[in-house]
């Protein structure tokens, strides 16, 4: 794509009273067909209601348009061309691309964590857990209890980030709430962060309602029903509320995916968002081959009852569960490893769900929705996802993914050991020493 010209070249009257506008947008970069379709089709040139209203929300800088919108034009049958802002990640300010199409969020709610990885960020995740336990119960983090409460925690942020760069929010509670109180609480945050930045998280619900949510906050905390023990009802209350948000113009997070048949159902919900989450199913993967391993190589059943247990503590099954037949549990295991393809190039990594997520999303018919692959650690969920993402497969999907992670988990990644061994030689060399 060869730019040869600015829109300013194409020689059209600004609209009175806009110019404060226009001049934003007079030295966006024209390709030579768009400067040929675009020449001497209007006379006048001007901005829509919205591009006023996001100028007018982030109090931008004069010249500039902000970062988290594209710029489109539109030429109106009265010869008038006219610039708007679509509320898009993948844009830096004044129009311009971010350096790749792979975006990149934080899991944070540490504004002092935040600051430094800003600028590199397009979105920010946060929920009850990040917002309280990590950040403002924590003395070491909130640093001076400067930090009261989460509203508090989520203005400092919006500060922070500025104008670019989503914030995703979890519901405090989407079991004891009514859906007209949950859509208050949703109005809260647009109203916090702005209806451009805020993004509401609402997560899969699987057999957990509002009678037996308490089973997971009290006593021994442990749920009486297994995961798939489920009621159509509650199964789907996720999915309504993401879609009863949707109809009223939030954008939605549509958090707790694991498995990859949650995906084309999460899609239903027409989110912003989907989620893929890797960490602990892969570790729990691992756990259970072993376990299954052991057996097969001993034929000692000791280790069928470890794998009983580490089920029942894992959530697969529940405490009643404990007499279940060690067959059956066996079964149960095997299966679960045959799906997540744990013993074949698709699985072993632990991005199978990753894999199936983006294709799935290539034929959905939401060209806005996302991938957020999530819940990273150790040395080698990053280089697996990075090396995924450059193959030929997925070279078109790059800009519709979103890596998230604790912001020190990222930064480990932007080193080397040769950066000290280097670094040593350099300084050593800049003090005059050999």
């Known amino acids: 794509m060869q730019i040869v010209s600015k829109i300013r070249n194409l020689g059209l009257k600004v609209i009175g009273g806009e110019e404060k506008y226009v001049n934003r947008i ?46 489109l034009l539109e030429l109106s049958s009265d010869k008038v061309l006219r610039a708007d802002l679509k509320r898009n990640i993948s844009y830096d300010k004044n129009g311009k691309k971010r350096p790749t199409n792979l975006l990149f969020s934080a899991d944070s709610a540490n504004p002092y964590e935040i600051k430094p990885i800003s600028k590199i960020i397009a979105n920010l995740t946060c929920n009850p857990g990040i917002i309280y336990d990590r950040f403002i119960n924590d003395p070491k983090e909130n640093v001076g209890n400067r930090f009261k409460n989460r509203d508090e925690v989520l203005a400092e942020i919006g500060n922070i980030l500025g104008p670019g760069c989503d914030i995703s929010v979890e519901l405090n509670d989407p079991f004891g709430k009514s859906d007209s109180q949950i859509l208050e609480e949703a109005i809260h945050f647009r109203e916090l962060l702005s209806e451009y930045r805020v993004v509401i998280k609402v997560p899969h619900t699987g057999p957990v309602n509002s009678d037996n949510v308490k089973e997971l906050t009290t006593g021994d905390k442990r749920f009486s029903r297994r995961y798939d023990d489920v009621s159509t009802a509650d199964a789907f209350r996720g999915h309504d509320l993401a879609l009863m948000l949707y109809e009223h113009g939030f954008r939605v997070n549509f958090t707790l995916m694991f498995e990859e048949p949650q995906t084309q159902l999460a899609l239903q919900a027409r989110p912003y968002f989907i989620n893929t989450f890797i960490r602990q199913r892969l570790v729990q993967t691992k756990r259970m081959a072993e376990l299954v391993r052991k057996y097969y190589d001993s034929g000692d059943t000791c280790h069928l009852d470890d794998l009983r247990s580490y089920m029942i503590d894992t959530d697969y099954y529940t405490d009643k569960d404990i007499q279940t037949d060690l067959s059956s549990v066996l079964d149960k295991a095997e299966i679960i490893l045959r799906q997540r393809h744990f013993y074949d190039e698709e699985g072993e990594d632990g991005l199978d769900s990753v894999r199936h997520s983006l294709r799935v999303l290539r034929q959905a018919n939401l060209p806005d929705t996302r991938l957020i692959i999530c819940s990273m650690s150790g040395d080698h969920n990053y280089y697996d996802i990075d090396r995924l993402l450059a193959q030929d497969e997925f070279s078109d999907m790059q800009g519709r993914v979103v890596i998230t992670a604790e912001p020190n988990y990222l930064a480990r990644f932007t080193s080397a050991n040769q950066v000290v061994s280097y670094q040593r030689r350099f300084m050593n060399a800049a003090l005059g020493q050999k």
């Open 26 to 71: 007079l030295d966006l970069d024209l390709t030579s067909g768009e400067f040929r379709n675009l020449s001497g089709m209007a006379d006048h040139i001007g901005v829509t209601k919205e591009f006023k209203k996001v100028i007018d929300t982030f109090k931008v800088p004069a010249g500039e348009t902000p970062a988290g919108f594209e710029i």
